[in-house]
């Protein structure tokens, strides 16, 4: 399909993602995997991304809920797939049934486990999941006891693998090697070593981090876009990592402005001489915040210009006074190159003082996706 008549559209670059999933693999290949992380619509690339993971050799992918996992079935992903943020009893039945592994943060949801194996006769597989500092799922260290392990090897369960989730890595070092340091206890403690399991605690942050916490699995999202998760690309370059998402748009009307006329809801932005405005057919609806009323810029004809006034629902104006040549139906990069110039998303992130995930998952709402 060609952009042609798109408004509004983000272009997904399989040759840098193979790229980056051959980085991440090789840096704990054969010792280890990579998870692909592709929940909330694969970081709001859409599913198809997942299956192209797949086609890449990627057999291990993390999701959000059953929901997410069965959808990933749906698009004939095959390999395991990891159902990261637990779940309800009243969904063991369909976990069980289609094999996925469900992360387990307490008794209750091993014995729903449990007892549908029993039912379905058959195994199951499942993660165990501690909690060494983040205050969401799993279990805390001092709540397992000898009950709870006797749960834990019950058949028809499997134990295939424990983890722990990092609440810190991006910018708490000190912090993300103490729960590291909980995380190794906890496995001492329990006999967990050197069996053979999967242990996982890095996310994109952690691994590209700390080395030592690349474990026998990895659970990567945001770096398979070739992105830094905490807007410090350093880390991102050095290792080669590349861009795979851009977004754009069009000029829908050029119109020269007054000095002294007003843009926008609000009039957030007030001419301060003869200007020269584009309307842009990209707004909050399409995923681009409000927050960057004023303040953001674009590419246009490979040179950036500021957005200027609110950003509407579906619009949003820019600034062309020095750019000549712009014409109607010109391509507008909110993210992404356009001749020498670039947008990061680390870029967008930071003006919307947000993180890389949610500027993507935003922009999750955009209808047309093309792969280049
Ligand atoms: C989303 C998620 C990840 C991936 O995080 P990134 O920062 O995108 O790499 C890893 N582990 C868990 C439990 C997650 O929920």
């Known amino acids: 399909m060609e952009h042609g008549d798109f408004h509004c559209w983000m272009e997904i670059s399989r040759k840098n993602l193979a790229h980056n999933v051959a980085v991440l ?5 054969p010792r280890g995997d990579i998870m692909g992380v592709v929940k909330a619509n694969v970081y709001g690339h859409g599913i198809d991304v997942a299956s192209y993971l797949a086609s890449l050799g990627l057999r291990k992918f993390g999701v959000a809920s059953l929901e997410e ?4 079935r749906r698009a004939s992903v095959r390999g395991d797939i990891y159902i990261l943020g637990g779940f309800f009893p009243y969904e063991a039945e369909a976990i069980v049934k289609e094999g996925f592994i469900p992360v387990v943060s307490s008794l209750e949801e091993l014995e729903a486990l449990r007892k549908e194996g029993l039912k379905q006769e058959k195994s199951v597989r499942f ?3 501690v909690d060494t500092g983040m205050g969401r799922m799993g279990c805390l260290p001092r709540d397992f006891d000898d009950g709870f392990f006797s749960a834990v090897f019950s058949p028809p369960l499997v134990l295939t693998g424990v983890m722990t989730h990092f609440a810190s890595a991006e910018n708490d070092p000190e912090y993300t090697e103490w729960q590291f340091r909980k995380f190794c206890a906890f496995l001492k403690r329990w006999s967990l070593f050197g069996k053979s399991l999967e242990y996982h605690c890095a996310n994109s942050a952690a691994f590209l981090s700390f080395p030592h916490m690349r474990l026998t ?3 990567i999202g945001i770096a398979l876009f070739g992105v830094s998760p905490n807007g410090d690309t350093q880390v991102v370059h050095s290792l080669g990592l590349r861009p795979v998402t851009t977004i754009r748009a069009r000029v829908k009307l050029l119109k020269v402005l007054p000095p002294g006329f007003r843009v926008g809801y609000g009039g957030t932005f007030i001419t301060s001489r003869r200007t020269k405005v584009a309307v842009v057919t990209l707004g909050y609806a399409q995923g681009l915040f409000r927050a960057f009323s004023n303040n953001f810029e674009v590419l246009v004809r490979g040179k950036r210009a500021p957005l200027i006034g609110t950003v509407s629902m579906d619009q949003v104006m820019i600034d062309v006074s020095h750019i000549d040549e712009v014409r109607q139906g010109d391509v507008v990069t909110f993210l992404g190159k356009d001749g020498e110039e670039e947008i990061r998303v680390e870029e967008l992130a930071r003006r919307a003082g947000t993180i890389p995930h949610e500027i993507f998952c935003s922009f999750g709402k955009l ?6």
């Open 25 to 29: 693999r090789r840096l704990v290949y």
């Open 69 to 72: 996992a069965l959808e990933l």
């Open 127 to 129: 993660h165990l999941k």
């Open 217 to 219: 699995l990895n659970r």
């Open 367 to 372: 209808k047309h996706r093309l792969f280049i």
